[in-house]
T-cell receptor, first 114, second 118 residues
Framework: GAVVSQHPSWVICKSGTSVKIECRSL??????MFWYRQFPKQSLMLMAT?????????EQGVEKDKFLINHASLTLSTLTVTSAHPEDSSFYIC??????????FGDGTRLSIL | AQKITQTQPGMFVQEKEAVTLDCTYD???????LFWYKQPSSGEMIFLIY??????QNATEGRYSLNFQKARKSANLVISASQLGDSAMYFC???????????????FGQGTILTVHP
């Protein structure tokens, strides 16, 4: 089946650091990628929808300047958490989709801000 | 209003038995898709099964089947012959608009934690 690679899988860093998470579709061209945030034992909350070559569409309540999304190619989208603080600690997971694929998810990134 | 509702926070089942995970949805769009995903403790989201609103038959994928009752707006997941490896969190999700499995953002339910006992 289709594979989506997300990197890194685990990040621990100091408060104030910016962290970049990559999401790659390995065997199909993803015209649309989605970024989700998940707290322990809770549902996935959509943060933003990213279309290749255009600006991301953010969900209500998500800070655009805090969570920078870039979708520069059909196989790569990045999420940068700028000036991360402890409250940004969470599980971040991306998914990729195209005309012929349901959403396939990456393995997620556990972000811990000290 | 909640668009996807999973009313069972946790379910327990004996190995080799069948289990049904409930999911109800709310939409006024005639075209929508319903998905089930499995999330083990390691965190990855595994796509299990898909049902389109126009599909005449209930979807099946191996041990997974979707009991789609359109008038009741329910899309319950049935897992037959449960295995220990089925222990995980299960999410029901809906995509409104467009046909097929592609595109569109997903709205997820709250999830159900399934525990399979030996």
């Amino acid at each position: 089946g289709a594979v989506v690679s997300q990197h890194p899988s685990w990040v621990i860093c100091k408060s104030g650091t910016s962290v970049k998470i990559e999401c790659r579709s390995l065997d199909f061209q993803a015209t649309t990628m989605f970024w989700y945030r998940q707290f322990p034992k809770q549902s996935l909350m959509l943060m933003a929808t990213s279309n290749e070559g255009s600006k991301a569409t953010y969900e209500q309540g998500v800070e655009k300047d805090k969570f920078l999304i870039n979708h520069a190619s059909l196989t790569l989208s990045t999420l940068t958490v700028t000036s991360a603080h402890p409250e940004d600690s969470s599980f971040y997971i991306c998914s990729a989709s195209s005309a012929y694929q349901p959403q396939h998810f990456g393995d997620g990134t556990r972000l811990s801000i000290l | 209003a909640q668009k996807i509702t999973q009313t069972q926070p946790g379910m327990f089942v004996q190995e080799k038995e069948a289990v049904t995970l409930d999911c109800t949805y709310d939409t006024s769009d005639p075209s929508y898709g319903l998905f089930w995903y499995k999330q083990p403790s390691s965190g990855e989201m595994i796509f299990l099964i898909y049902q389109g609103s126009y599909d005449q038959q209930n979807a099946t994928e191996g041990r997974y089947s979707l009991n789609f009752q359109k008038a009741r707006k329910s899309a319950n997941l049935v897992i037959s012959a449960s295995q220990l490896g089925d222990s995980a969190m299960y999410f029901c999700a809906m995509r409104e608009g467009a046909r097929g499995t592609s595109y569109g953002k997903l709205t997820f339910g709250q999830g159900t934690i399934l525990t399979v006992h030996p």
